[in-house]
């Protein structure tokens, strides 16, 4: 059972656009929420957090939205480069000291 | 600062071999991670580690695999023996505290089951 769900195995984006990953969840424990990034033939690097007592959270380019509601965030890149190209995961916890779900990842292609 | 380093980055074995891999986390990260990463798939926490003590292991597959960290350091994952579906990138990541915002994964090991 799919707890962390990425609809769209990938996404390709033009340089300078937006970027928007989805990410859907199953579980309503879940109360803190992260994205990474990774490189092929590297290990994922942590990329920016929401808590559910939050509906935004910005960091530069990256911008992640949550409605909790609906069970859904999602990820916002703005203005994509060509080195936001790798795989993103959504991840999901019950709190942020608890132990972390991974959805299957979206792989991201900007092209310039 | 040095990452997580982990050996070997890949290896290949036959089905029904055994296999061990190493980690050696951040200096002074006391909460030490094994994630099993199936193609395709996001990763699977296998095993937790707070100091040498563990955390959590209710998904790694103790049948075959078996995870240790003397001394609250370096840390091994093996399996024994292997099956083709243990074919993956076994991640290593290491933390100060259990916070998953601080992760930090190494490169990991890609391993091939024949």
């Known amino acids: 059972d799919q707890q962390v769900k990425q609809n769209s195995p990938s996404l390709s984006v033009q340089e300078g656009r937006i970027s928007i990953l989805n990410c859907d969840y199953t579980?309503?424990?879940?109360?803190?929420f992260l994205w990474y990034k990774k490189y092929p033939a590297e290990g994922p690097t942590f990329l920016i957090s929401?808590?559910?007592?939050?509906d935004k959270n910005e960091d530069g380019r990256f911008t992640v939205f949550l409605n909790k509601s609906a069970k859904h965030l999602s990820l916002h890149i703005v203005p994509s480069q060509p080195g936001d190209s790798a795989v993103y995961f959504c991840?999901?916890?019950?709190?942020?000291?608890?132990?972390?779900?991974f959805g299957p990842g979206t792989s991201l292609s900007v092209i310039p | 600062e040095a990452g997580v380093a982990q050996s070997p980055r890949y290896k290949i074995i036959e089905k029904r071999q055994s296999v061990a891999f190493w980690c050696n986390p951040i200096?002074?990260?006391?909460?030490l991670y094994w994630y099993q990463q199936i193609l395709g798939q996001g990763p699977k926490l296998l095993i937790q580690f707070q100091n040498n003590g563990v955390v959590d292991d209710s998904q790694l597959p103790k049948d075959r695999f078996s995870a240790e960290r003397l001394k609250g350091v370096d840390s091994t994952l093996k399996i024994q023996p292997a099956k083709l579906e243990d074919s993956a990138v076994y991640l290593c990541?290491?933390?100060?505290?259990?916070?998953?915002?601080?992760?930090?994964f190494g490169s990991g090991t890609r391993l091939t089951v024949v």
């Open positions: 991840a999901a916890s019950e709190t942020s000291y608890d132990k972390v779900i």
């Open positions: 990541a290491s933390s100060l505290g259990q916070g998953a915002n601080g992760y930090t």
């Open positions: 200096s002074g990260h006391a909460t």
């Open positions: 579980n309503s424990m879940f109360d803190y």
């Open positions: 929401i808590s559910s007592i939050k």
